[in-house]
């Protein structure tokens, strides 16, 4: 099983400022990572697949790189929206996909 | 437009079976897959299994191999997810989502909030 490590667990900032968030695979994943948003009492928002493609009307501040085992979601300028649980997930072994732990943006 | 709108809530009794539907609106579910994943409360996602609508296969998570079992039925649109022998750390919120070979998933369900209590 692919075990996907988010980090940090909590990221307490700002509106206005950028937020980096990191998923690491435990082993190579590709290109085959995707970001979810997921607000409390809604399902999880797809934003970002294949590592670094905004998904349909996801605003240009979201961004996403990396490839093989370390990856990352930028979000460029906070809005008070963007307060919520990202969650990475893998589909390098479809459709057994993993997803990892959760990293909560804070408002600071 | 595409839509996957599931059941109401359940109150189950540890021991028993609980069944979510998962109806699909704006594409044949037939033509693609089905995920289903769970969030116990305050914690992650946790993926339970996938099954194709196009021909019944199947592939559960270890964890739920043995009372777990995920159904469609075409003429409804509709997907089904069963679990049998229920235990109160199952207690969680259900979710369905449209699962398109090589692409991640698009759509998802409101989720269905399953309480296991005696």
């Known amino acids: 099983e692919v075990v996907l490590t988010q980090s940090p667990a909590t990221l307490s900032l700002s509106p206005g400022e950028r937020a980096t968030l990191s998923c690491r695979a435990s082993q190579n994943v590709g290109s085959y990572l995707a970001w979810y948003q997921q607000k409390p009492g809604q399902a999880p928002r797809l934003l970002i697949s294949d590592a670094s493609n905004r998904a349909t009307d996801i605003p240009a501040r979201f961004s996403g790189s990396g490839s093989g085992t370390d990856f990352t979601l930028s979000i460029s300028s906070l809005e008070p929206e963007d307060f919520a649980v990202y969650y990475c997930?893998?589909?390098?072994?479809?459709?057994?996909?993993?997803f990892g732990q959760g990293t909560r943006l804070e408002i600071k | 437009q595409v839509q996957l709108v599931q059941s109401g809530g359940e109150v189950k009794k540890p021991g028993a079976s609980v069944r979510v539907s998962c109806k699909a609106t704006g594409y044949p579910l037939n033509t693609y897959g089905i995920i289903w994943v769970r969030q116990a409360p305050g914690q992650g996602l946790e993926w339970m299994g996938w099954?194709?609508?196009?021909?019944?296969?199947?592939n559960y998570a270890q964890k739920f191999q043995g009372r777990v079992a995920m159904t469609t039925d075409t003429p409804t649109n509709t997907a089904y997810l069963e679990l049998r022998s229920l235990r109160s750390d199952d207690t969680a919120v259900y979710y369905c989502?449209?699962?398109?070979?090589?692409?991640?998933?698009?759509?998802w369900g409101q989720g269905t909030l399953v309480i296991v209590s005696s």
């Open positions: 099954i194709s609508a196009y021909n019944g296969d199947t």
């Open positions: 989502a449209r699962d398109i070979p090589g692409y991640d998933n698009d759509y």
């Open positions: 997930q893998q589909r390098s072994n479809w459709p057994r996909i993993t």
